[in-house]
């Protein structure tokens, strides 16, 4: 059963090939991230919580524009796999339709209604001053960031794509080049450093901003430059349609996925509300927790990933029991990775919170969430390699209910029932929230065993 488990040199270095690049640009803008935090908290924390909430609600247009890029991506892997340029180019043409759609509207959203959104954040407990600052700080970062939507979405278009076709290292480089700009613009803009004027919280959205255009122009330029490389490049704006059989085909396999990312980013959001009642110090403890655990989550959302990539193409070219043995080998790959790597995790937790200026109850919350994490760390890597896994073989409904629905029925409920009509202290509801969870993991590796996801989706389409 162990041999089973584990692959050959060339496997490990076949997935190193494809993870490693997306692990190390993920991980450098976790580490940005990480760093901004950590700058705007000197600020203070109401700034830290305003910024926090703000980028809350970015994250919900971030994976919005995630699932509609990746309900068209499991045709391009598979495509690629068959070896379709014109396929590619045609689900290239069909992310950048719905992604500057979806697009428009999450700037109309944000800038008709941002001001109301982070004000739900603020309800809990804490004194009036101290929210009215919060949200001033937050609302003044999102209205800078509108200006770097669009061209985060272009860069989700192509950096996807070329990710989908085996060219990973270009858009790391990329993501590399974009969150140095932005972590030497945030020391300058936030601080008011070599003559700039100190502009704190929006500093720190304006150096994000000019950050995503040069991610941009670098993701473009290369990939219209080498035409030999990509030559979906060269098709795709030869023509403006994209196939009907295509669009319907992705509508039916794909609209799944971009409403799962939709609800489940929602999902998360109002969970970080419920949390949130507890007061604002429980809202900037878990905001240094995510940045922490995001920076360890590189590894299993990198692997994930080459699931998508690897098992995709496998699928495309009609290789069905290789792509089960590498599928299987890829999970455990993950999750025994990530046993590891939560155990360090949980070990080093009371150090990370000490590098932030803030008060030390919110050290101490964010220490204990932390340790949370990182046990959930290992089961969090398998379920996430089984999400990928039944989404390459386009069983996109399958991972509707197992994500979006599940925590918006679910945990979602849970955590509202807790927080507002319960005395659960904040930490033990917390971890009630994210043991929920494993019984996905339970669902996942059923779904996954009985090879629900072995299916070729592209073998009709020409």
Known sequence: MFSSLIGDRKFYRHVLAVSLPIMIQNFITNFVSLLDNIMVGRIGTTAMTGVAIANQLIFVFNLCIFGCVSASGIFTAQ????????????????????????????????????????????????????????????????????????????????????????????????????????????YILIFGKFGAPALGASGAALATVLSRYVELLIVVIWTHRHHGQNPFARMTYTTWSVPRGLVAKIMVKGMPLMVNELFWSL????????????????????????????????????????????????????????????????????????????????????????????????????????????????????????YFTLRSGGKTVITFLFDSVFICCVSLPTAYILAHFTAVPIVPLYAAVQAIDLIKCVIGFVLVKKRVWVQNIIENEK
């Not at 309800?123 to 209205?143: C, F, I, M, N, T």
């Not at 790391?172 to 945030?186: D, H």
């Not at 964010?366 to 890597?381: C, E, K, L, S």
């Open 79 to 186: 495509f690629f796999g068959r070896g379709d340029q014109r396929g590619v180019a045609d689900t290239m043409r069909f992310k950048l339709y719905s992604g500057l759609l979806l697009g428009a509207v999450g700037i109309a959203v944000f800038a008709l209604f941002g001001g109301n959104m982070i004000s739900l954040y603020l309800q809990g407990e804490g004194s009036p001053e101290d929210a009215a600052a919060s949200l001033a700080a937050g609302l003044s970062y999102l209205r800078i960031m509108l200006v770097g939507l669009m061209p985060f979405v272009l860069v989700q278009c192509y950096a996807s794509t070329l990710r989908e076709v085996g060219q990973t290292f270009v858009p790391m480089v990329a993501g590399i080049t974009a969150v140095a700009v932005n972590l030497s613009f945030n």
């Open 267 to 386: 999902g998360v959001a109002a969970l970080s509300q419920c949390y949130s009642w507890r007061g604002l110090h429980v809202v900037a403890a878990i905001n240094i927790s995510s940045t922490i655990t995001n920076l360890f989550n590189v590894i299993h959302l990198a692997l994930g990933s080459s699931v998508s990539i690897i098992v995709g193409q496998l699928l495309g070219a009609g290789d069905m029991e290789k792509a089960v043995d590498h599928d299987r080998k890829l999970i455990a790959f993950s999750s025994g990775l990530c046993l590891a790597i939560g155990t360090v995790m949980f070990v080093l937790a009371p150090l990370f919170p000490q590098i932030y200026n803030t008060e030390q109850s919110v050290r101490d919350l964010a220490t204990a969430f932390i340790r949370i994490m990182a046990v959930y760390m290992p089961f969090g890597a398998f379920l996430h390699a089984s």
